[in-house]
């Protein structure tokens, strides 16, 4: 089975810089995905990991260590736009879910000015 | 724009009423994925297609079933619906198997709500 874990909420300010952790447990796993999702809207895809180490986009960088089961989002320069919920979901290469991408409850991410 | 179209956008229905929900992939995806968002479960994968042919299954109850045509397109069918099952749905598709880096795209998803 699967198990993600992230916090429900965090809150930060304008220009700040915040760090999303995701923790994980899976059968197997073949890739670790980061996806942005504003209220009643679909969720848009941010960023990917499969190896160790910090993948860097932009503002956004996502950070992997397989051996700990743990991955981070890191939210740069925030602005009031980033407000949104923030989804970790965990590719299962046990292939009890097929190729499908096994969400987190996801964080949600207030910015206030 | 994903590329993923879903419809319809929202559908109200009475309890122990059928509904049938369609999504249409991106051009060239082979998987489709099919998700239940609710506000305290979260992303909940229910049953992907992969080709036509059943892949995987998540936590798809009995009452609900799925099916991918020769096009490619997909629909979820909800039969005897209860309060619980009013949600935002969630179709997504991606290349081939979805190995790699191959994230899914998602489309913008139909709000049922049961009454």
């Known amino acids: 089975g699967q198990n993600i874990d992230q916090p429900t909420e965090m809150t930060a300010t304008e220009g700040a810089i915040v760090q999303i952790n995701c923790t994980y447990q899976t059968s197997g796993f073949n890739g670790l995905f980061w996806y942005q999702q504003h209220a009643g809207e679909a969720p848009t895809f941010l960023s990917y990991?499969?190896?160790?180490g910090l993948e860097e986009k932009g503002r956004f960088s996502s950070f992997l260590s397989r051996s700990k089961g743990y991955s981070y989002l890191l939210l740069k320069e925030l602005q009031m736009k980033d407000s949104a919920s923030y989804l970790c979901?965990?590719?299962?290469?046990?292939?009890?879910?097929?190729?499908?991408?096994?969400f987190g409850k996801g964080t949600t991410l207030s910015v206030s000015s | 724009d994903s590329g993923v179209t879903q419809t319809p956008k929202h559908l109200i229905t009475a309890t122990g009423q059928r509904v049938t929900l369609r999504c249409s992939p991106r051009s060239g995806d082979l998987s489709v994925y099919w998700y239940q968002q609710s506000l305290d479960q979260g992303l909940q994968f229910l049953i992907q297609y992969y080709n036509g042919e059943e892949r995987a299954k998540g936590n798809i109850l009995e009452r609900f079933s799925a099916q991918q045509f020769p096009d490619l397109h997909s629909e979820l069918n909800l039969s005897s619906l209860e309060l619980g099952d009013s949600a935002l749905y969630f179709c997504a598709s991606s290349v081939a198997g979805g190995l790699g880096n191959t994230e899914a795209f998602f489309g913008q998803g139909t709000r049922l709500t049961v009454v």
């Open positions: 990991n499969v190896l160790d």
């Open positions: 979901a965990v590719r299962d290469s046990a292939n009890q879910a097929g190729t499908a991408l096994i």
